[in-house]
């Protein structure tokens, strides 16, 4: 019988047994240690041509995704970064590809001042990537959130849903390759969200010193939520955050918008909480042109949307 | 047509145009940067089973090997280590063989105090294992050396050379099964030099002061001496960093024993120069049991052992 991956994660944390200095490792956005005057932050993503990157990705939005998945964790410790090291493994690459590839990376490096400083190129069965970014803060911020906290998240949610549901149509032969076309045409933002992402590295920085706790959502808002603690979250303050392209999107196929919104996943958007959610709405549109807004709070006991228990795990089905 | 390693390097190098605030990148063992009050050194090593674990390793010692193989590059920066990241590629693993993996690698994480702080898991067509390590330093030793220094390695040299030799024997069919298999047993630090390395982890922290230039012996004795600049080596001292076990395995198979040490890979001992090397050899023996044998010396113009000159490049024949 195979092992799962929770089983194989287990063992695994089982057998590293020896801790050292780390301040924080398994189980945050970042590993973090003290040094003199500042703390480091670090995190590490590996990625396979066959898990990890749908097809409609170009070599050059491969590349773009390896920074960004990395970077998003060191925003999502509010932390500036320093550098990045991907290494690389190959079968029987073109030129073409690598050149799109490594001008993908190169982009968003510069993207988000984070230079690539170094890697390993190798032969593989089949394309890997594995980058480990770190940064630089004077004040990580960690997972977790008190009691009376505003809960936000930046910019909007939902696309990231929307796109895979478009992909899935395809592949189970539900809609054909026209009409798949003509999907990726008309919604050209939910599908810019599923291919080319952005970290929301400046954002993190900005809001530093205003929240008490954050983390990226890239395992979906629901799940991420729970990292939080205790919740409330408010539908009306949700469907704020669902950006209109989404609403008709769900509309036109019949998905509960809230559904697509605590399901969709690698959305890179920043979740946190603070007690200062008006000075974080100003100082993100001065600083960087950016928008958080206000879904819930953080409460004593539970887990809702309005007056709807959730459970942890699982997807979370229409109501 | 396959491109080549070479030209897979020359493609990324071309595209990866934006540089940051790193104050050294690829070129040397580790990216170094500099913080407010120390220096952050970091590598990475990504290895899949065709083509890095020979088939003797257990996968006790190939866990410890990802670890060494990463923190060799912190200790040729002469530069204490902090943590590092392994992301993991399984392709259906039993238990037994995770069990054993990730016991080495904590083996290793205690023995460089260097605590293993976060990865990745994902299922890959092969085993695939991809550190990153980092240290800190208040003195990072860069590659080079200058005129009138010693050059120096730790230790010894030579015996993976002939490890690798006994293996090559054995796939080519020149050996059988049972000759091979004693050979194992007859040159039990040969074997150990491959299948168990080292990383000169406290030597590189207890020599910092004493030193100017350092790397690790990875890619063979003869290739980093050119790193160095111009050298003159001497046999007779080569010789003194040649265990005896070497000498008589060179001796029996009619190996040049200068031949094998400069051809010996993936040693992770370091190779250093400096002004001091009395005061090096008294601090490594007082502060870690530990050797260091000069070699040579770095000199105005030229490559020499003895009167002969060396040409970078390619395999040493015999003199």
Redesign the interface.
């Known amino acids: 019988m195979?092992?799962t991956?929770l089983?194989?994660?287990k063992?695994?944390g089982n057998?590293?047994?020896?801790?050292?200095?780390?301040l924080k490792?398994?189980g945050d956005d970042?590993?973090v240690?003290k040094?003199?005057?500042?703390y480091?932050v670090?995190?590490?993503?590996?990625?396979?041509k066959?898990?990890?990157f749908p097809d409609i990705l170009t070599p050059f939005q491969i590349g773009m995704r390896i920074i960004t998945a990395n970077l998003s964790d060191i925003a999502a410790m509010c932390a500036k970064p320093?550098?990045i090291?991907v290494?690389?493994?190959?079968n029987?690459?073109k030129?073409d590809f690598?050149?799109e590839l490594?001008?993908g990376?190169?982009h968003m490096?510069?993207e988000y001042?984070?230079?690539?400083?170094?890697?390993?190129?190798?032969?593989?069965?089949?394309l890997?990537l594995?980058g480990?970014a770190?940064g630089?803060t004077k004040n990580p911020i960690f997972r977790g959130g008190n009691i009376g906290e505003d809960i936000m998240i930046t910019y909007d949610i939902g696309r990231v849903y929307c796109a895979l549901e478009i992909i899935k149509m395809k592949d189970k032969g539900i809609i054909n390759k026209r009409t798949f076309e003509s999907l990726l045409e008309e919604y050209p933002n939910i599908i810019k969200k599923l291919t080319e992402p952005m970290a929301r590295v400046n954002e993190g920085i900005v809001i530093n010193e205003y929240i008490n706790s954050c983390c990226d959502i890239s395992d979906g808002l629901k799940k991420e939520l729970f990292y939080i603690g205790n919740f409330e979250v408010y539908s009306k303050k949700l469907l704020n955050a669902i950006p209109k392209d989404v609403m008709e999107f769900c509309h036109r196929l019949n998905i509960d918008p809230i559904v697509a919104a605590l399901n969709s996943g690698e959305e890179f958007e920043l979740l946190f909480t603070t007690e200062r959610s008006k000075e974080v709405i100003h100082k993100l549109k001065e600083e960087c042109n950016g928008r958080a807004i206000k879904i819930g709070k953080v409460i004593e006991e539970g887990h809702y949307i309005d007056d709807i228990e959730l459970k942890p795990g699982g997807y979370i089905h229409k109501w």
Chains 1, 2 share one sequence.
């Open positions: 195979n092992l991956e089983d194989i994660i063992i695994i057998n590293l047994t020896y801790k050292g200095n780390v490792s398994i970042c590993a240690f040094l003199e005057r500042e480091l670090i995190t590490t993503d590996m990625m396979f066959s898990t990890h320093l550098g090291v290494s690389m493994g190959f029987a690459p030129k690598i050149m490594t001008k990376m190169d490096a510069r001042k984070c230079p690539i400083v170094g890697g390993d190129t190798n032969n593989s069965k089949e890997t594995c480990t770190f630089i």
